[in-house]
Antibody, heavy 124, light 108 residues
């Protein structure tokens, strides 16, 4: 059974760095093809992809946020950490981590298991 | 980056109706498009992947089709639990991922 859970601060101040942890179970992030992604959703708005972590330590970032994001995996702890620098009120959102589902060709990214999400508010 | 535009942005329908939601991509996609359902306060649920493959455990009244730039999600006979917001998502080989803006499905 695959589960994921996000944890981190509920409130951060503008300009601070946000650190979120995704703790998962039911899969191993060292297995070929496995991956974890981060997605966020501002209140009442659409989903926005942030970052991907591959089993082989490869990382990919949303081009619009790349300069502010770092994704790190700790296989021994079954965790993936997302750091976002220089937080702004527009970054207020629910942040989700999710498990990768590959498609027919094996290189696709879809998300078949999601954490419940954590609401992060950016406010002074 | 590839943009996804969903239409309509909202619609009202009745239980038993057949409903179709469209997702148009700004560039041609191969097949790497998914559909999700989301209810308030909950994470999204994967319904369809690879444009037309039904995710395990998803009712067969949900189906997906399309290729190139135009994709559709069809619900053959709406059930009360289907009233939600639906999102499409594409994956391209940069790699890059984008979501559509969502389609809210309400009870008429």
């Amino acid at each position: 059974q695959i589960t994921l859970k996000e944890s981190g601060p509920t409130v951060v101040k503008p300009t601070q760095t946000l650190t979120l942890t995704c703790t998962f179970s039911g899969f191993t992030l060292s297995t070929s093809g496995v991956g974890v992604g981060w997605i966020r959703q501002p209140p009442g708005k659409a989903l926005e992809w942030l970052a991907l972590m591959y089993w082989d330590d490869d990382e990919r970032y949303s081009p619009s946020l790349k300069s502010r994001l770092t994704i790190i995996k700790d296989t021994s702890k079954n965790q993936v950490v997302l750091k976002m620098t220089n937080m702004d009120p527009v970054d207020t959102a629910t942040y989700y981590c999710a498990h990768r589902r590959r498609g027919f060709n094996g290189y696709e990214w879809y998300f078949d298991y999601w954490g419940q999400g954590t609401l992060v508010t950016v406010s002074s | 980056a590839i943009q996804l535009t969903q239409s309509p942005t909202s619609l009202s329908a009745s239980v038993g109706d057949r409903v179709t939601i469209t997702c148009r991509a700004s560039q041609g996609l191969s097949h790497a498009l998914a559909w999700y359902q989301q209810k308030p306060g909950k994470p999204p649920i994967l319904l369809i992947y690879d444009a037309s493959s039904l995710q395990s455990g998803v009712p067969s009244r949900f189906s997906g089709s399309g290729s190139g730039t135009d994709f559709t999600l069809t619900i053959s006979s709406l059930q009360p639990e289907d009233f939600a917001t639906y999102y499409c998502q594409q994956f391209s080989s940069s790699p890059s991922i984008t979501f559509g803006q969502g389609t809210r499905l309400d009870i008429k």
